[in-house]
């Protein structure tokens, strides 16, 4: 059983710059969550997908969008960079039938310059 | 909307020492509460959980118990290891939506 990977690890960006992080999930897991962390913070609940579809959003603007794919991996999208999305971002997998336990990737590193 | 309150860290502590981080909540609803564990250079890692009133969530040595006439659930270990030198975050998720608190470094020496 494989856990959760991201890519890439680390990445740096300039302002202004659109970035595309990915996130493959636990084998047969069908719901894929994503958070930021800021430096010293917990985690920001981002969005969670479900079956390709957006199925819950915290407090981010519309320029931080995603996908899910049918293999049930994903993307996150984050246009019009600013200095202030410089952060770990975490993407967590889970079954819908037992949403509550998520597993976690390592996350990427994204740095705004 | 929903909050969690951690305990400030960082927490320093002998080794065969009793733990407790506090950890309080706001939400609506019935909310379910974890603890999460993030070790030097590795992801969140699910530590425990408990998903109604009265639950007791335990792993590893570490237990926390669902308190909703108080709105808390501290976690306790009663004999820490330097292996247990971490990131603690304390979590609730109600109506799909998970938040963190900010977290409570431990860190236990020889």
């Known amino acids: 059983e494989t856990g959760v990977t991201q890519s890439p690890t680390h990445l740096i960006k300039t302002r202004g710059q659109q970035v595309t992080l990915r996130c493959s999930s636990q084998?047969?897991?069908?719901?894929v969550s994503w958070y930021q962390q800021a430096l010293g913070q917990g985690p920001q609940f981002i969005f969670q997908?479900?079956?390709?579809?957006?199925?819950g959003r915290g407090n981010f603007p519309p320029r931080f969008s995603g996908l899910q794919f049918p293999n049930y991996s994903s993307e996150l999208n984050v246009n019009a960079l600013e200095l202030d999305d410089s952060a770990l971002y975490l993407c967590?997998?889970?079954?819908?039938?037992?949403?509550?336990?998520?597993?976690f990737g390592p996350g990427t590193r994204l740095l705004v310059l | 909307g929903n909050s969690v309150t951690q305990m400030e860290g960082p927490v320093t502590l002998s080794e065969e020492a009793f733990l407790t981080i506090n950890c309080t909540y706001t939400?609506?609803?019935?909310?379910?509460l974890f603890w999460y564990v993030q070790y030097p250079g590795e992801g969140l890692q699910l530590l425990l959980k408990?998903?109604?009133?009265?639950d007791k969530g335990s792993n590893k040595g570490f237990e926390a118990t669902y308190r909703k006439e108080t709105t808390s659930f501290h976690l306790e270990k009663g004999s820490v290891q330097v292996s247990d030198s971490a990131v603690y975050f304390c979590a609730l998720t109600s109506y799909q939506k998970v938040t963190f608190g900010t977290g409570t470094k431990l860190q236990v020496i020889p």
């Open positions: 997908y479900y079956r390709e579809e957006e199925n």
């Open positions: 967590a997998s889970s079954l819908r039938a037992d949403q509550e336990t998520q597993y």
């Open positions: 084998s047969g897991h069908n719901t």
């Open positions: 408990a998903t109604k009133a009265d």
């Open positions: 939400a609506t609803g019935y909310p379910s």
